[in-house]
């Protein structure tokens, strides 16, 4: 089955570190961009940031910019999203997706762009 599995995540305290995996199961990152996405129960799945596979072009939603950093590890057929200088807001439910992706197009951002899902991990930083 083609999917995407995630792993990571947990509590920690504010200023703290953690790392995301995300591995793709049944196909190549090839060809995608991987988006990372948050959710908060009671507001809309928010978009972090994503990564272009082809050329490992990455961008960031800005309040997180300059503290989480996607990576890929195409041999591995892994992302990764490290995130630094965590604070209580970035507590959230995080989920990584894959959406086809043609070198030089704009990143995907929106939920309809990706078809493939992890299932989602849980993150929460205290205070």
């Known amino acids: 089955e083609d999917q995407l599995v995630q792993s990571g995540g947990g509590l920690v305290q504010a200023g703290g570190s953690l790392r995301l995996s995300c591995e793709a199961s049944g196909f190549s990152l090839d060809g995608y961009a991987i988006g990372w996405f948050r959710h908060v129960i009671g507001k809309e799945r928010e978009w972090v940031g994503g990564?272009?596979?082809?050329?490992?072009?990455?961008d960031y939603e800005d309040s997180v910019k300059g503290r989480f950093i996607i990576s890929a590890d195409n041999a591995k057929n892994m992302v990764y999203l490290q995130m630094n200088s965590l604070k209580p807001e970035d507590t959230a439910v995080y989920y990584c997706a894959a959406g086809v992706h043609w070198r030089g197009d704009p990143l995907p951002v929106l939920l309809f762009e990706f078809g493939y899902w992890g299932q989602g991990t849980q993150v929460t930083v205290s205070s």
């Open positions: 990564m272009a596979i082809s050329d490992g072009s990455t």
